[in-house]
């Protein structure tokens, strides 16, 4: 049912797919471009709770070996290409401001859940509606701010001469 009711509210992800189209976005296919849709829909409906998206997070950190079972289940590329993806648009239209603020990759959803991967070491995942203007859970960025500000965590933190108050784990 989720997944009707995703495609049912689909207006703007309808038009933005078929002005794509219309630009030559997308790879020849005999695919049709509802067919994607709604595979993308139904990727959208997939049910997970914190501790499978902890896990998930952790496999992104771990370079796609997951931490519970020592099983390489994502190849290095596309791990670094998903890491990226979320570092550059993960926080949807606030991900600019959260790579320059807190320097992670990170993916919020409109449930309120949002997971951080802090690369070689861990993926934290958080659960905490309400959402800000941005459809980002309002807790959860701020307990990443805050996170930054005691750990040497941000993407930057490492460089020579860096704030040395800063806990390093």
Same mark, same amino acid.
């Given at each position: 049912?989720? %997944?009707?009711?995703?495609?049912?509210?689909?207006?703007?992800?309808?038009? #933005?797919?078929? %002005?794509?189209?219309?630009?030559?976005? %997308? $790879?020849?296919?005999?695919?049709? !471009?509802?067919?994607?849709?709604? %595979?993308?829909?139904?990727?959208?409906?997939?049910?997970?709770?914190?501790?499978?998206? @902890? =896990?998930?997070?952790?496999?992104?950190?771990?370079?796609?070996?997951? $931490? #519970?079972? /020592?099983?390489? &289940? !994502?190849?290095?590329? $596309?791990?670094?290409?998903?890491?990226? !993806?979320?570092?550059?648009?993960?926080?949807?239209?606030?991900? /600019?401001?959260?790579?320059?603020?807190?320097? #992670?990759? @990170?993916?919020?959803?409109?449930? /309120?859940?949002?997971?951080?991967?802090?690369?070689?070491?861990?993926?934290?995942?958080?659960?905490?509606?309400?959402?800000?203007?941005? /459809?980002?859970?309002?807790?959860? =960025?701020?307990? &990443?701010?805050?996170?930054?500000?005691?750990?040497?965590?941000?993407?930057?933190?490492?460089?020579?001469?860096?704030?040395?108050?800063?806990?390093?784990?």
């Amino acid at each position: 049912m989720k %997944f009707l009711s995703e495609r049912d509210t689909a207006d703007r992800n309808f038009a #933005l797919a078929y %002005f794509m189209k219309e630009c030559k976005c %997308f $790879p020849e296919s005999k695919q049709s !471009l509802k067919d994607t849709l709604d %595979f993308y829909f139904q990727l959208c409906s997939l049910e997970a709770n914190c501790e499978s998206l @902890a =896990v998930m997070a952790a496999t992104l950190a771990n370079g796609g070996v997951c $931490p #519970l079972t /020592g099983v390489k &289940c !994502l190849a290095n590329r $596309p791990c670094r290409d998903v890491l990226s !993806l979320m570092y550059s648009c993960g926080m949807y239209d606030y991900s /600019g401001q959260f790579a320059f603020h807190v320097g #992670l990759p @990170a993916k919020s959803g409109v449930s /309120g859940a949002m997971i951080v991967v802090i690369p070689n070491l861990m993926g934290i995942c958080m659960w905490s509606p309400p959402l800000d203007k941005m /459809g980002n859970s309002v807790r959860g =960025v701020e307990f &990443c701010k805050e996170m930054i500000n005691k750990f040497k965590f941000h993407n930057y933190d490492t460089l020579l001469h860096a704030e040395a108050e800063k806990f390093d784990p």
